[in-house]
C-alpha cells in the first residue's frame, strides 16, 4: 500500500526555468510534510516542510504547496540551477505519537540543464 | 555542530550471517530513525529509538533490532541476512519533541551487499 506517491519519475528543466516536483498521498491523517533531496552517496538533506494546517511555505528558491483536498503537494524551486539535479523524495508523517515515522515517495529524479 | 554519521560506509555479507551498523546522531538530538532504501525506492521506516526506548517500528520482521545508548548513538543489528537484505541502510536523527513536527536529519548511509 503506497501511502505516498511521486508518479513522475524523472523531470528535466532548462537553468532558470521553474522546476515543479508534485507528490500524492493517500492517508487524510497525515500531520506535516517534508521534501528532501538526495545526491549519489549521500543521505537525503531536509529541505522544505510544510504543516497539514497551512496550505504554502516558501524558503528562498524552494516553496510548498499543499492542497488537502486534493492530497496533494509541489515542490517548486525557482530559478532552477544545475546544482539542484539530484532526487527529490517527498515524505509525510502523522505527528503525536507517531511522529517519527516518516512515510517516503518513490522519488523525482531532477535534471537541470544549463 | 557535528551531523549525523555512520559507520562503515560499506559492507558486504553472505546469506545467514549477522550484522551491526552504528549510527552517531546530530549534536542535541535524542531520537534516532532507521529507514531502508532499496534500489529505486524511497527510504522505508523500520524503527525509532527515543531515550533508549523503542518508539514505533516499521513493517519489519524481529530479525531487525536495535539499540540506543545513553549518548543517544545508535545500532541496528539484522540477523540471518537474506539476499533482499541488500539495500542502503540509513539514520536519521531528531530532538525528539513529542509534541512538534519533526524534521529529521539524514546520515550519509550505509550501503550492504548480501551475497
Known amino acids: 500500500d503506497q501511502q505516498v506517491k511521486q508518479n513522475s519519475p524523472s523531470l528535466s528543466v532548462q537553468e532558470g526555468r521553474i522546476s515543479i516536483l508534485n507528490c500524492d498521498y493517500t492517508?487524510?491523517?497525515?500531520?506535516?510534510f517534508l521534501w528532501y533531496k538526495k545526491y549519489p552517496a549521500e543521505g537525503p538533506t531536509f529541505l522544505i516542510s510544510i504543516s497539514s494546517i497551512k496550505d504554502k511555505n516558501e524558503d528562498g528558491r524552494f516553496t510548498v504547496f499543499l492542497n488537502k483536498s486534493a492530497k496533494h503537494l509541489s515542490l517548486h524551486i525557482v530559478p532552477s540551477q544545475p546544482g539542484d539535479s539530484a532526487v527529490y523524495f517527498c515524505a509525510a508523517g502523522l505527528g503525536g505519537t507517531s511522529y517519527g515515522k516518516l512515510t517516503f515517495g518513490q522519488g523525482t529524479i531532477l535534471t537541470v540543464h544549463p | 555542530e557535528t551531523g549525523v554519521t555512520q559507520s562503515p560506509t560499506h559492507l558486504i555479507k553472505t546469506r545467514g550471517q549477522q550484522v551491526t551498523l552504528r549510527c552517531s546522531s546530530q549534536?542535541?538530538?535524542?531520537?534516532v530513525s532507521w529507514y531502508q532504501q532499496a534500489l529505486g525506492q524511497g527510504p522505508q521506516f523500520i524503527f525509532q529509538?527515543?531515550?533508549?526506548?523503542?518508539?514505533g517500528r516499521g513493517n519489519f520482521p524481529p530479525r531487525f533490532s536495535g539499540l540506543q545508548f545513553p549518548n543517544y548513538s545508535s545500532e541496528l543489528n539484522v540477523n540471518a541476512l537474506e539476499l533482499d537484505d541488500s539495500a542502503l541502510y540509513l539514520c536519521?536523527?531528531?530532538?525528539?519533541?513529542?509534541?512538534?513536527?519533526?524534521?529529521?536529519?539524514f546520515g550519509p548511509g550505509t550501503r550492504l551487499l548480501v551475497l
Open positions: 536519521a536523527s531528531s530532538l525528539g519533541d513529542l509534541a512538534g513536527q519533526e524534521t529529521q536529519y
Open positions: 549534536s542535541g538530538h535524542n531520537t
Open positions: 492517508n487524510s491523517m497525515f500531520d506535516y
Open positions: 529509538y527515543y531515550r533508549e526506548e523503542e518508539n
